[in-house]
């Protein structure tokens, strides 16, 4: 893949940064609070939003997706409304019907969490047969964010396959363990396809999880990719159907998130980008949020009102602000 080009000077990169703090309606990833940068640039808005624990070298990426985003814009895209699941967090099953209230219309697909730390299997079929018994027409997909070991992972998935998966995102950690898990489910019978997340994002290589054969599809996100184009040419190389997610952004980020999708060849999954659903807050006036499933490709531009209201004390920001400088220097000693 080409190098990533140059960033920004800093100085121009900080001209204009908002911080923002959106309240979440369930919790979600242990927080009920969603903080996040949003910058402009010449070619419009732009989200810098690696979680807090997140390393400077980790959200390098991060950065480079925002300021491809604000300074060169989107590419052209092929499509202008982009189908979407809806996302059930590891929620007890009697607040799965709350969850998907928050997604107006019909819904055709969702991502339900599972292997939450401090639950059990138990819970995670319970969750995943709410959803089933509320949507029965719908494809359903589940996320263990890595999880499960593998044994877990095949017991787990050939439990929970009885409801009618499609697809289990990032059953376990590793690249090894992945392709365990395919081959497992395989030789079982069970009829689940395997999704690489983590192992394509948080790897040196994004490539290597397709090369080891370890997954059936990619799950690609922009901002830890370095960008829509980055994105672009990872699913181009790998040469796997892929699935367009989001790292619960606002909407200025989902906006990046369905510019890859809305460029992408192929478009055969519903993708992960209906999580403004899961924020009880936005910066936009008509948020991003799906209606029947899809989202439309329309510009993201904050409300200043909106800015304002979910601005963080000074003292957190001063904290981003610090953050993005030293990120930015990472980047120069690169």
Known sequence: MDAHPPLPPVDELLAEVHVVALPLRVRFRGIDVRETALLRGPAGWAEFGPFPEYGDAEALAWLRAAADTAWRGFPAPRRTRIPVNATVPAVPADR???VLAGYAGRVGAVKIKVAERGQDLDDDDARVAAVRALLPGAEL?????????????????????RHGLAYAEQPA???????????????RGVPVLVAADESVRKEEDPLAVARAGAADLLVVKAAPLGGVR???????????PAVVSSALDSSVGIRAGLALAAALPELPWACGLGTVSLLEADVLAAPLRPV???LELR????????????????????WWLERLRRVHALAAEG
């Not at 950690?173 to 030789?187: N, P, S, Y």
């Not at 980055?230 to 796997?240: D, I, Q």
């Not at 510009?299 to 003292?315: I, N, T, Y």
């Open 173 to 187: 950690a590793g690249i090894g363990e992945l392709a365990a898990v395919r081959e497992g489910l395989a030789d």
């Open 96 to 98: 799965v019907p709350e």
């Open 230 to 240: 980055r994105a672009l040419e990872v699913v181009a190389a790998a040469g796997l």
């Open 292 to 294: 029947d499933g899809e």
């Open 141 to 161: 997909r589940v996320d263990a964010n890595g999880g499960w070991e593998v044994p877990a992972a095949l017991r787990a998935l050939e439990r929970l396959a």
């Open 299 to 318: 510009e993201a531009v904050p409300d200043p009102q909106l800015l304002a209201r979910h601005a963080v004390p000074a003292p957190r920001r001063q």
